[in-house]
């Protein structure tokens, strides 16, 4: 018997090993993953996982009025990093971290986080957040 994950299922285990897209002609790597090169419109594409990689903070905003829903994760705080050998681009919220610690250049890494819960359906919403390597427990 065959059984095939619908198309939300896969994109969401893509989105959680961070797949993104390598161009085997300019070397660059977008995140997340395009079957065309953003850099230099090629098509000759492998993919990657950067869920392994840290990433350093390039910049960050802070949103204290969170939606509904987001109260406890008040404020939140969005990060904008490069990943250390891909030198890919990734948005994501940043997490174990208050603002005042952020610093440019903050060496982070990617962790699995709940982002939110549907009381109605019982399903709880997972995502990647970055968090700073030196909150790592043992570093
Ligand atoms: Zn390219």
Redesign the pocket.
Known sequence: MKISIPPSWRTRLDRYRLKASK?R??G?VAYPASSI?R??G?RNIEYIELINEEARLITWAIIYSAMEGFEEKRPLMIGILETINSKARIMAPLTDVLPEELKPGMLMEPVLRRISEDNEAGLIHYGISYRPVFKRVGV
């Open positions: 161009c002609d300019c660059r090169c850099f230099c090629s």
